[in-house]
Structure formats: C-alpha cells, structure tokens
C-alpha cells in the first residue's frame, strides 16, 4: 500500500518562504491526482492544491501567485513551493493522493483524495 510522508514544515515570520515535500511510497506514478490540504485550528481541512498525472492544477484562491505545486515522478516526490508566506497559512500541512483504479480494461480516477500522509506543522508569525 502507498504511504505518504511529508517533510519540510516548520516555522518561518510572515513574508518568509518554505518548501514542503512529500516522499510517496513505491510509485509517485500510481496515482491520478496528488494534492495538499491544510488544517488550521478550529477550521476544516481545505484543498490547498492538487496536481493530475496530465499536470493540470489547481489553487485556493488564498494562495493563488504565492505557492507552488510541483511533482517530481523520478524522485517520487510532490513538492509545494510557499512564498510570501502569512499568518492565516499556518496550519498543518496534509500530503493527500488518488491511486489509478483499474476495472474491467479501463483506469478510472476516483473523485476523492483516499490517502494521505500524516501532516507537517506550518507556523507563520508576524
């Protein structure tokens, strides 16, 4: 089975930079759609992100022109490049994917994340 790991939080001051990088486990190329959600405290998880196999994305508007999302299919790794970071971004970051499904001859993409790593801190101060 896929395992998600996640690496790169931490704490940064506002207008500061991070780089967050999830490692998957066997194949980055398994999966139809990978993407990375947050939860801040007291608020419900919300799609930061998302990346299909084809490379389209996707954004929250909050973060629009300011992060990144990127896959890497050699190394196995989704990276989200965050910069001009703020205080509303601190949260704990969630790496999240989507595994091919294969079915009578024909792959499908589910329509929801069915996996997902543990999480990493973010924390943005003033």
């Known amino acids: 089975q896929a395992q998600l790991a996640e690496s790169g939080g931490g704490s940064v001051q506002a207008g500061g930079s991070l780089k967050l990088t999830c490692t998957v486990f066997?194949?980055?190329?398994?999966?139809?759609?990978m993407g990375w959600y947050r939860q801040a405290p007291g608020k419900e998880r919300e799609l930061v992100s998302s990346i299909s196999s084809g490379g389209s994305t996707t954004y929250a508007e909050s973060v629009k022109g300011r992060f990144t999302i990127s896959q890497d299919n050699v190394k196995n790794t989704l990276s989200l490049q965050m910069t001009n970071l703020k205080t509303d971004d601190t949260a704990v970051y969630y790496c999240?994917?989507?595994?091919?499904?294969?079915?009578?001859?024909?792959?499908?993409?589910?329509?929801?994340?069915?996996?997902w790593g543990q999480g990493t801190q973010v924390t943005v101060s003033e």
């Open positions: 999240a994917a989507k595994r091919w499904r294969f079915n009578s001859g024909t792959y499908s993409c589910p329509t929801e994340f069915g996996r």
């Open positions: 066997p194949y980055i190329v398994d999966h139809c759609a």
